[in-house]
């Protein structure tokens, strides 16, 4: 069975469409990168598979039951910025996604419960390279160490599927790197399936197994907002076989090649 399935997925804000007829059905385990040109959907459609949004027309199904209307633990979640709360430090950051699991959000844990909670933070930055910078606040960390507490934030209830939508837009191509890295260390050792909104060409077929394209397929000159994007291309991935050949030069030409602002 698939973990996500789309069929005949509409998104529409007014008169405005955003994204039409969308077909997808992704299996437990897959790495999905999109990317499509800015404002034709991406964040958009992320945040439908969040539960943040729904979808106006069509199925939108997660494990072949209707998604959510609203965002849960099996779903992570990670943005270009801002992920992280500037007044927790990093250990503080992870843990309070435990704390807000429990019973009220003003409940803070205590005891046992509370040890146990740090100790699964603790692994959890050690997981993602921050072990020394658990009591360090955002602003003393790099923006690259700031992705990667947000990283072990979104991990820390053990999602089955990570959204990423340009997590690493905004670093030092040299750092992207170590990101990818890590980020395909995680896919493995935790089992998970993501889906991955890229600017970057190249990361997309560098770290995923499958690469969907959203496009336009119809505009109408008059009414730019009449019609809505879909995906034009699904690209199976597989190791040694990435080449961004593989798509007509016409169509990487209309990607974004920046990443899109940020619209929280
Ligand atoms: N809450 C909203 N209300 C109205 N329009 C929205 C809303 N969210 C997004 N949009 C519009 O939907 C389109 C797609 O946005 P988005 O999904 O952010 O695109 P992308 O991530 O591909 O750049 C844009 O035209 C944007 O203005
Ligand atoms: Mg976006």
Known sequence: MSIIEAKNLWKEYGR???????????????????????????????????????????????DGAAM??????????????????PHLTALGNVLLAEELEQANITARLLGRPRREAM??????????????????????LSGGMQQRLAIAQALMKNPRI????????????????????????LWERLDITIFMVTHDLKEGFDLGTRLLVFDKTRVDPHAPNAYGATITYDIPLQQGLRSD????AAVRAGLSSTPDEESA
């Open 16 to 62: 405005d469409v955003v994204l039409e007829d969308v077909h997808l059905r992704v299996a437990a385990g897959d790495f999905v990168t999109v990317v499509g040109a800015s404002g034709c959907g991406k964040s958009t459609f992320l945040r439908m598979l969040l539960g943040e949004e729904t979808p106006t027309r069509g199925t939108l199904l997660l």
């Open 68 to 85: 959510p209307e609203e965002p849960g633990p099996d779903r992570g979640v990670v943005f270009q910025k801002y992920s992280v709360f």
């Open 119 to 140: 100790a699964r933070a603790q692994a959890m930055l050690e997981r993602v390279g921050l072990a020394d910078a658990a009591d360090k606040y955002p602003s003393q």
């Open 162 to 185: 990570l959204l990423l939508d340009e997590p690493f837009g905004a670093l030092d191509p040299g750092i992207r790197k170590d990101m990818h890295a890590l980020i395909l260390e």
């Open 245 to 248: 050949d593989r798509l007509p």
